[in-house]
């Protein structure tokens, strides 16, 4: 019997079996793409750290002609590889020159005993051949050139690089070379970057070769910084006996040491935001689909199971009937996903996303079986479950107790209503006869208007942000290097200089230099305005008043477990200093930190800490409405003429900002698959209530109810369900949006403001209403012309 109903319905039922195939696979393809995503996505960084020998400790002396040798020698040390703190532009590409900062390794152990990167195309760069480069994955996807492609690079000049500090960062005036492309390559350090657009990587053959036009020519302006790998891998007691050795053989303790476990941790935060939304988003793909393709399923087997009713007469049991409705729905939901499975596979190209698709160590199709075979499983035994389900309720029929009046109905009755407005209540709160999905609805039009908002607040504070750099603390437009490793032209003529530029509104001397406080390395910057001082960002206290006080940046106090009041030890060049911490905020960016990264300290307190600078570099704020490019312009226009020339650019923005932008779009699409999941439920609802509640719109229509009438009730019900999700949504939606963004906030972290996405807010009640509107149309179109007599006769 089965066998044959089977067959039966494969003829006469295709299409509408086909259409279920094909919804199955569209769900099943979306979901299992999206976990697999988010799975590949979440491990990218362990996988590439596993095969490219990553460095453990980026080691920062900032000092030309430093002995590496003395590293090389120390107990635990496997590997250094060094890298020039240099640049130069590539020039033969659309757009103009491409200024390269730090452009790859300077010694023949990189790439080879330390950060050797995966090839995603091509080769490296040959021994000895100074003529050949790699590229990034980035670089060749924006430029179109890759391995064989040639590019010419424009280098510094070594007369150019003896105006220290910022001839490395000028436009280069040396030669012009042509090198060819042999490769793209990846590694944890030398790999693209959100916000960048991708960076070629010189040879350590072509760094030697030219290496007075990166270093400068006899005395060396320029210096090379390294690598190092540990025995002890990143383990914070290996990284802490480093320093010690390292501060013993060198005679500094001021050598800023960065842990790559920091920078990993960072990046981890980011791929579980990343694999989060990716799975919030497959999770909301998920409810959608069960939602859609579970009303297909009902819809079908309440269909069959009226059919299979008849046979029971004859001897079917219903154990027979159930089988016979759920095997055709069996057979399309195992296509459907055998189909959605491939469709995952094919996804999978263009995942993972955000940043871990710069980490991604064998980018391209890939198939996850241990997400992509347990999912599809599930979507069949899913599908079979919801027809076995969906048939024998049918086939049981209605219970009286399922059948409960409802509070607003009898209220709406009580106070004379019309009767669409009573009917309407009834339909939309009551399940009524024929289990009609009453709290589905409710639940949808809830969650869709819940998930709406809470996605377009979440949106609406990560866009605030991302194009607001004073909420990570960055509130000048300009910045300019004056000295470098204790050295430069007089300060307080060039300050000078650049304060009397129109544009100019406030600028701070920014002498920076790292403290130690016990394990913890923490750039300092010394707060010294001139004229009108730079606004800091803080989010609680005050700037510091005396040379005994400190601002410490959020990221900073977190590691020392300090806050307003307490007292921090730091050790800089001319020992060591207790300070009062005074405020909690953020500081300027620099070579050596992030803007969360360091603490302020006034000049005074500054100098009594240090006897040099690493870095000197002014932060200048202009009045509202400058144009910064001029700005810039006119500054290095009045330095010259005082004969001292400074050149101005633009503030970078952070990396937290570029890390917003990139995952800015994932809230606003899983907002709109759960008003999808909104709008399938409700017009499901509307569409169900109709057909198995005709009996009672037969007999009101037998009692004197009109078509317009009957029409109206299924409008009512629409915008009672409606009204109902805006209700207990629209509240609910900002709250929760709210809330998860102050926890994004506080854990980038960045100075947090309520987001309120207004436009959502106005708009979201007439479009739920209009949408419910539209949805009722088809439904109170067949209400209204329902055949009372066949429907009576029928039932």
Known sequence: MTAIWFRLELRRRRRSLIVLALLVALATATVLAAAAGAR????????????????????LPNQPGFDWDRVRAIPGVIAVGTFPVSGFHVEDLPGGPLPVWIPGPSDTEMWHTIERPVLLAGRLPAPGRADEIAVSARFADAYGRGPGDTLALRLASAEQLRSVP?????????????????????????????????????SAALFQRYRANFMGSGREQLFVNALVRLAGGTDARSLSRFKEDLARVTGRSDIDVWNAAEDVRHIGEVLDYEALSLL???LAALAAATVLTGQSIARYCWAAAAELQVLRAVGLVRRQAVAAAALPVLAAVAAGAALGLAGAVAASHWTPIGIAADLEPAPGLDADWWVLAPGALLAVALGALGAAVSTWRALRGPRPADIRPSAVATAAARAGLPVPAVLGARFALERGRGTVPVRPALLGAVVGVLGVLASFTFAAGVSEAAGNPVRFGQ??????????????DDPSRTLSAIAAVPEVAGINDGRIAVAQAGDVAVPVFSHAPVGRAVPAVLVEGRMPASDAEAVLAVSTARRLEAGVGDRVSLTGQRGTRAFTVTGIGFVPMSPHNEYDEGAYLTSAGWTSLFGSFKYRIVQILLHPGSDPAAAAERIGAATAEAGIPVEAGPVLPPRQLAELRDVEVLPVLLGGFLALLAVGAV????????????????????LGLTRRQAGRTVTVQAALIALTGLIFGVPLGLALGRVLWR????????????????????????????????????PGRTAARLRVADVLRSE
Request: glycine share 10%.
């Open 743 to 778: 926890a994004v906030a506080e854990h980038t972290p960045l100075l947090h403001h309520p987001p309120t996405a207004l436009w959502t807010l106005v708009l979201i009640a007439p479009a739920a209403l209009l949408t419910a509107a539209l949805l009722a149309a088809w």
């Open 40 to 59: 590949r996505g979440h491990t990218s960084m362990d996988r590439l750290r596993a095969v490219t020998l990553p460095g453990d400790a980026v080691v």
């Open 683 to 702: 017009g499901h609802a509307l569409a169900t209530a109709v057909r198995r509640r005709r009996r009672e719109l037969a007999v009101m229509r037998a």
């Open 475 to 488: 509130t000048h437009q300009l910045e300019a290097m004056i000295g470098l490793n204790g050295k430069g």
């Open 166 to 202: 910022d001839a490395a960062f000028a436009v280069p005036q040396g030669p012009r070379i042509t090198v060819r492309i042999t490769g793209i390559v990846r590694s944890p350090w030398f790999r693209d970057h959100i916000g960048q657009g991708g960076v070629p990587f010189v």
């Open 280 to 282: 919030a988003f497959g």
